[in-house]
Protein backbone atom coordinates (compact mmCIF):
# COMPACT_ATOMS: atom_id res chain seq x y z
CA UNK A 1 0.00 0.00 0.00
CA UNK A 2 1.55 3.12 -1.50
CA UNK A 3 0.43 5.83 1.54
CA UNK A 4 2.34 5.50 4.87
CA UNK A 5 -1.17 5.35 6.83
CA UNK A 6 -3.51 1.98 6.25
CA UNK A 7 -6.65 2.75 7.68
CA UNK A 8 -8.82 -0.09 8.93
CA UNK A 9 -12.67 0.08 9.18
CA UNK A 10 -14.35 -1.79 11.45
CA UNK A 11 -18.28 -2.30 10.95
CA UNK A 12 -19.97 -4.67 12.96
CA UNK A 13 -22.97 -6.13 14.31
CA UNK A 14 -25.27 -5.38 11.74
CA UNK A 15 -27.98 -8.51 12.50
CA UNK A 16 -29.13 -8.42 9.23
CA UNK A 17 -32.72 -9.82 7.66
CA UNK A 18 -33.29 -11.69 4.22
CA UNK A 19 -36.15 -9.60 4.29
CA UNK A 20 -35.24 -5.37 4.22
CA UNK A 21 -38.48 -4.46 5.64
CA UNK A 22 -37.64 -6.88 9.39
CA UNK A 23 -36.52 -4.59 12.02
CA UNK A 24 -34.56 -5.95 15.53
CA UNK A 25 -36.47 -4.09 18.45
CA UNK A 26 -37.80 -1.16 15.78
CA UNK A 27 -34.54 -0.65 13.92
CA UNK A 28 -34.96 -1.81 10.51
CA UNK A 29 -30.84 -3.30 10.45
CA UNK A 30 -30.77 -2.77 6.83
CA UNK A 31 -31.91 0.96 6.74
CA UNK A 32 -29.71 1.66 9.84
CA UNK A 33 -26.64 -0.57 8.24
CA UNK A 34 -27.27 1.89 4.57
CA UNK A 35 -26.70 4.90 7.15
CA UNK A 36 -23.43 3.85 7.96
CA UNK A 37 -22.36 2.89 4.82
CA UNK A 38 -23.41 6.22 2.90
CA UNK A 39 -21.40 8.04 6.41
CA UNK A 40 -18.33 5.90 5.26
CA UNK A 41 -18.71 7.11 1.73
CA UNK A 42 -18.71 10.85 2.92
CA UNK A 43 -15.92 10.63 4.79
CA UNK A 44 -12.83 11.50 2.74
CA UNK A 45 -10.11 9.50 3.86
CA UNK A 46 -11.20 6.13 2.40
CA UNK A 47 -10.46 3.20 4.06
CA UNK A 48 -7.99 0.36 2.95
CA UNK A 49 -9.57 -2.57 4.36
CA UNK A 50 -12.89 -3.20 5.70
CA UNK A 51 -13.33 -5.15 8.47
CA UNK A 52 -16.55 -7.12 9.41
CA UNK A 53 -16.09 -8.57 12.74
CA UNK A 54 -19.28 -10.18 13.66
CA UNK A 55 -22.94 -11.02 13.74
CA UNK A 56 -23.25 -10.05 10.35
CA UNK A 57 -26.82 -11.80 10.26
CA UNK A 58 -29.74 -12.05 12.65
CA UNK A 59 -31.97 -14.66 10.49
CA UNK A 60 -28.99 -16.95 9.14
CA UNK A 61 -30.26 -16.57 5.86
CA UNK A 62 -28.32 -16.24 2.55
CA UNK A 63 -30.18 -13.59 1.77
CA UNK A 64 -29.14 -11.31 4.68
CA UNK A 65 -25.04 -12.47 3.38
CA UNK A 66 -25.94 -11.22 0.00
CA UNK A 67 -26.98 -7.82 1.68
CA UNK A 68 -23.23 -7.66 2.42
CA UNK A 69 -21.92 -8.77 -0.57
CA UNK A 70 -23.94 -5.71 -2.24
CA UNK A 71 -22.54 -3.49 0.57
CA UNK A 72 -18.68 -4.56 0.04
CA UNK A 73 -19.14 -4.66 -3.90
CA UNK A 74 -20.67 -1.24 -3.90
CA UNK A 75 -17.69 -0.04 -1.80
CA UNK A 76 -14.84 -1.72 -4.24
CA UNK A 77 -13.03 -1.80 -1.06
CA UNK A 78 -11.29 -5.14 0.53
CA UNK A 79 -13.15 -6.68 3.05
CA UNK A 80 -12.16 -9.34 5.64
CA UNK A 81 -14.47 -11.35 8.69
CA UNK A 82 -14.65 -12.97 11.39
CA UNK A 83 -18.20 -14.87 12.92
CA UNK A 84 -20.29 -13.85 15.49
CA UNK A 85 -22.94 -16.15 17.86
CA UNK A 86 -25.65 -15.19 15.71
CA UNK A 87 -24.10 -16.06 12.20
CA UNK A 88 -24.39 -19.17 10.18
CA UNK A 89 -20.37 -20.42 9.51
CA UNK A 90 -21.14 -22.46 6.34
CA UNK A 91 -23.63 -19.79 4.93
CA UNK A 92 -21.75 -17.16 5.66
CA UNK A 93 -18.54 -18.45 3.82
CA UNK A 94 -20.91 -19.86 0.75
CA UNK A 95 -22.37 -16.48 0.42
CA UNK A 96 -19.34 -13.96 0.89
CA UNK A 97 -16.79 -15.95 -1.41
CA UNK A 98 -19.06 -15.09 -4.35
CA UNK A 99 -17.51 -11.30 -3.96
CA UNK A 100 -14.63 -10.31 -5.21
CA UNK A 101 -13.82 -7.67 -2.74
CA UNK A 102 -14.29 -9.80 0.37
CA UNK A 103 -11.27 -12.16 1.32
CA UNK A 104 -11.49 -15.34 3.53
CA UNK A 105 -8.61 -15.15 5.44
CA UNK A 106 -7.33 -15.21 8.84
CA UNK A 107 -4.37 -13.69 8.88
CA UNK A 108 -3.48 -10.74 6.60
CA UNK A 109 0.42 -9.57 6.82
CA UNK A 110 0.68 -5.46 6.03
CA UNK A 111 3.70 -3.48 6.33
CA UNK A 112 5.08 -3.85 9.85
CA UNK A 113 1.78 -4.34 10.98
CA UNK A 114 -0.51 -8.07 10.89
CA UNK A 115 -4.06 -8.91 11.26
CA UNK A 116 -5.11 -11.65 13.08
CA UNK A 117 -8.41 -13.06 12.47
CA UNK A 118 -9.98 -15.26 15.27
CA UNK A 119 -13.47 -17.22 15.22
CA UNK A 120 -14.85 -17.08 18.36
CA UNK A 121 -18.04 -18.60 18.11
CA UNK A 122 -18.96 -21.60 20.44
CA UNK A 123 -21.45 -23.28 19.01
CA UNK A 124 -25.28 -23.34 19.93
CA UNK A 125 -24.09 -21.20 22.47
CA UNK A 126 -24.63 -17.27 22.76
CA UNK A 127 -20.70 -16.80 24.92
CA UNK A 128 -17.74 -16.69 23.18
CA UNK A 129 -15.10 -19.40 23.14
CA UNK A 130 -11.51 -19.63 21.12
CA UNK A 131 -10.97 -23.04 20.31
CA UNK A 132 -7.44 -24.75 20.89
CA UNK A 133 -6.53 -24.54 16.97
CA UNK A 134 -7.33 -20.67 17.29
CA UNK A 135 -5.05 -20.49 20.13
CA UNK A 136 -2.13 -21.88 18.64
CA UNK A 137 -2.73 -20.53 15.10
CA UNK A 138 -2.50 -17.18 16.71
CA UNK A 139 0.66 -17.94 18.40
CA UNK A 140 2.08 -19.13 15.53
CA UNK A 141 1.22 -15.59 13.96
CA UNK A 142 2.60 -13.81 16.41
CA UNK A 143 6.00 -16.25 17.15
CA UNK A 144 6.40 -16.26 12.77
CA UNK A 145 6.17 -12.31 12.19
CA UNK A 146 7.57 -11.17 15.68
CA UNK A 147 8.75 -7.91 14.61
CA UNK A 148 5.50 -6.87 12.90
CA UNK A 149 2.63 -5.13 15.00
CA UNK A 150 -0.42 -8.04 15.49
CA UNK A 151 -4.25 -6.47 16.17
CA UNK A 152 -6.00 -9.75 17.37
CA UNK A 153 -10.13 -9.88 16.22
CA UNK A 154 -12.46 -11.60 17.50
CA UNK A 155 -16.43 -11.33 18.27
CA UNK A 156 -16.68 -11.17 21.94
CA UNK A 157 -15.48 -9.35 24.47
CA UNK A 158 -12.20 -10.85 25.98
CA UNK A 159 -13.15 -8.36 29.31
CA UNK A 160 -16.01 -7.57 31.46
CA UNK A 161 -17.15 -4.28 29.66
CA UNK A 162 -19.89 -3.30 32.98
CA UNK A 163 -23.16 -5.09 31.93
CA UNK A 164 -23.63 -8.20 33.85
CA UNK A 165 -26.08 -9.56 31.19
CA UNK A 166 -23.65 -8.94 28.46
CA UNK A 167 -20.46 -10.27 30.47
CA UNK A 168 -22.03 -13.15 30.70
CA UNK A 169 -21.44 -14.47 27.03
CA UNK A 170 -18.21 -12.21 27.01
CA UNK A 171 -14.90 -14.79 25.57
CA UNK A 172 -14.84 -17.16 28.43
CA UNK A 173 -11.35 -18.23 28.21
CA UNK A 174 -9.98 -15.12 27.77
CA UNK A 175 -7.40 -16.37 30.32
CA UNK A 176 -5.49 -18.15 27.70
CA UNK A 177 -5.74 -15.49 24.83
CA UNK A 178 -4.08 -13.25 27.64
CA UNK A 179 -1.69 -16.15 28.46
CA UNK A 180 -0.37 -16.20 24.67
CA UNK A 181 -0.22 -12.12 24.28
CA UNK A 182 1.63 -11.18 27.33
CA UNK A 183 4.00 -13.60 25.93
CA UNK A 184 5.10 -12.45 22.96
CA UNK A 185 5.91 -8.01 22.88
CA UNK A 186 4.40 -7.64 19.24
CA UNK A 187 0.78 -7.92 20.51
CA UNK A 188 -0.41 -4.85 19.77
CA UNK A 189 -4.50 -4.20 20.39
CA UNK A 190 -7.52 -6.40 20.68
CA UNK A 191 -10.25 -5.49 18.15
CA UNK A 192 -14.00 -6.75 18.89
CA UNK A 193 -17.91 -6.24 18.20
CA UNK A 194 -20.68 -8.16 20.27
CA UNK A 195 -21.22 -5.25 23.04
CA UNK A 196 -22.97 -3.03 20.91
CA UNK A 197 -21.39 -0.11 22.29
CA UNK A 198 -17.88 1.92 22.27
CA UNK A 199 -16.03 0.61 24.61
CA UNK A 200 -12.19 1.32 25.44
CA UNK A 201 -9.75 -0.77 28.00
CA UNK A 202 -6.39 -2.13 28.58
CA UNK A 203 -5.42 -5.23 29.35
CA UNK A 204 -1.41 -5.50 30.27
CA UNK A 205 -0.53 -2.65 28.82
CA UNK A 206 -2.59 -3.84 25.40
CA UNK A 207 -5.45 -1.65 24.37
CA UNK A 208 -8.09 -3.09 23.45
CA UNK A 209 -11.69 -1.47 21.64
CA UNK A 210 -14.96 -2.37 20.50
CA UNK A 211 -17.16 -0.50 18.08
CA UNK A 212 -21.03 0.14 18.48
CA UNK A 213 -23.53 -1.65 16.30
CA UNK A 214 -24.96 -0.58 13.17
CA UNK A 215 -28.51 -1.04 14.76
CA UNK A 216 -29.25 -1.58 18.07
CA UNK A 217 -27.35 0.00 20.69
CA UNK A 218 -26.96 -1.94 24.26
CA UNK A 219 -26.91 0.77 26.95
CA UNK A 220 -23.44 0.92 28.93
CA UNK A 221 -23.27 -0.23 32.44
CA UNK A 222 -26.45 -1.35 32.71
CA UNK A 223 -27.40 -4.70 35.17
CA UNK A 224 -30.21 -5.84 32.75
CA UNK A 225 -30.87 -5.66 29.30
CA UNK A 226 -31.28 -2.26 28.08
CA UNK A 227 -31.07 -0.05 24.58
CA UNK A 228 -29.67 3.69 24.56
CA UNK A 229 -30.79 5.98 22.12
CA UNK A 230 -27.36 6.26 20.25
CA UNK A 231 -26.97 6.35 16.43
CA UNK A 232 -25.38 3.73 14.65
CA UNK A 233 -21.49 4.26 14.48
CA UNK A 234 -18.29 2.87 12.75
CA UNK A 235 -15.08 2.55 14.18
CA UNK A 236 -11.73 3.87 12.06
CA UNK A 237 -8.24 2.65 12.86
CA UNK A 238 -5.21 4.32 11.17
CA UNK A 239 -1.54 2.20 11.23
CA UNK A 240 1.80 4.22 11.08
CA UNK A 241 5.01 3.51 10.13
CA UNK A 242 5.98 4.12 13.53
CA UNK A 243 4.01 1.52 15.40
CA UNK A 244 1.38 4.20 16.49
CA UNK A 245 -2.19 3.18 16.47
CA UNK A 246 -5.24 5.91 16.37
CA UNK A 247 -8.77 5.14 16.32
CA UNK A 248 -12.28 6.78 16.62
CA UNK A 249 -15.81 5.62 16.07
CA UNK A 250 -18.00 7.85 13.11
CA UNK A 251 -21.52 8.43 13.88
CA UNK A 252 -24.31 8.61 12.07
CA UNK A 253 -26.72 11.66 13.18
CA UNK A 254 -29.62 10.29 14.10
CA UNK A 255 -31.24 6.88 15.69
CA UNK A 256 -32.54 4.98 13.15
CA UNK A 257 -36.21 4.20 13.42
CA UNK A 258 -38.05 3.61 16.38
CA UNK A 259 -36.46 3.45 20.05
CA UNK A 260 -38.42 0.41 21.98
CA UNK A 261 -37.39 1.55 25.48
CA UNK A 262 -39.03 -0.87 27.11
CA UNK A 263 -37.67 -3.95 25.60
CA UNK A 264 -36.31 -6.49 28.07
CA UNK A 265 -34.10 -8.82 24.98
CA UNK A 266 -33.70 -9.82 21.79
FE1 LIG B 1 -24.57 -8.47 17.97
Not at 85 to 113: A, C, G, P
Not at 115 to 129: A, C, R
Not at 140 to 154: E, G, M, T, W
Amino acid sequence: MPRDVIRIVQITDMHLFSNTEDVLLGVNTYQSFQTVLDLLKLDETQPDLILLSGDLSQDHKKGAYEYIVEAIQSLGIPACYVPGNHDDIEVMNEVLSSSTQIMRLKHLLLDQWQLILLNSQKPKSVEGYLARTELDFLEDCLKQYPSHRAIVVFHHQPMLVGSPWLDSSRLQNADELWSILSRHPNSHTVLFGHVHQEFQSEKNGIPCFSTPSTCIQFKRNSVDFALEKLPPAYRWIDLYQNGELKTGISRAAHYIGFFDAESKGY
